[in-house]
């Protein structure tokens, strides 16, 4: 079955880009019918949803973060990656990759990214 | 923006009676309408879309309704393994800009 599974840096200081890549394994993201996303939850808090990727490179992300957000897709080794630029405390949060149809269906494990110095 | 409020923040139901999670949305989102189960330390798990279908593997006692700007989640008779926290999330246009309620916490009494 389809899984998601999200990597990169636990910890980022402050000013700098938070890079993760989401693999999926068990399908192609090419198939197409999905959008692959990014929600984060921070601590303790609710979800909020960063911006999703379709495999053909169309993008689409969260106004309130759309100056920061960058999410690209690499079909050959099927991943999709976010990069969140000049972070704060504020973007110390879990990271969940996550593929969407209409709702988002398959979700990865999340990873803690914590901003800090 | 379409902001989705839930009530209550807080459920406290007991094993076996029924929880009723409400999930107001500020403006018509027809039955684009998403419930998740979220468990400590785990990720969201979907349990309904279009705001009656139970995604694949969850059990009868979800049910969902509601169109339009209000919705319902239904826990017809809670087991253990149910107390968790509970987002709606509204998936209106398309591609969808993705809006989640701020959660309900059903807990044991």
């Known amino acids: 079955q389809v899984q998601l599974q999200e990597s990169g840096p636990g910890l980022v200081k402050p000013s700098q880009t938070l890079s993760l890549t989401c693999t999926v394994s068990?399908?192609?993201?090419?198939?197409?019918?999905?959008?692959w996303s990014w929600i984060r939850q921070h601590p303790g808090k609710g979800l909020e949803w960063i911006g999703y990727i379709y495999y053909s490179g169309s993008t689409y992300y969260n106004p309130s973060l759309k100056s920061r957000v960058t999410i690209s897709v690499d079909t050959s080794k099927n991943q999709f990656s976010l990069k969140l630029s000049s972070v704060t405390a504020a973007d110390t949060a879990v990271y969940y990759c996550a593929r969407v149809g209409a709702a988002a269906d398959l979700w990865g494990r999340g990873t803690l990214v914590t901003v800090s110095s | 923006e379409i902001v989705m409020t839930q009530s209550p923040a807080t459920l406290s139901v007991s094993p076996g009676e029924r929880a009723t999670l409400s999930c107001r949305a500020s403006q018509s989102v027809s039955s684009n309408l998403a419930w998740y189960q979220q468990k400590p330390g785990q990720a969201p798990r979907l349990l309904i879309y279009g705001a009656s279908t139970r995604a694949t593997g969850i059990p009868a006692r979800f049910s969902g309704s509601g169109s339009g700007t209000e919705f319902t989640l239904t826990i017809s008779s809670l087991q253990s393994e149910d107390f968790a926290v509970y987002y709606c999330?509204?998936?209106?246009?398309?591609?969808?800009?993705?809006?989640f309620g701020g959660g309900t916490k059903v807990e044991i009494k």
């Open positions: 068990g399908g192609s993201i090419s198939s197409g019918g999905y959008y």
């Open positions: 999330q509204q998936y209106n246009n398309w591609p969808p800009e993705l809006t």
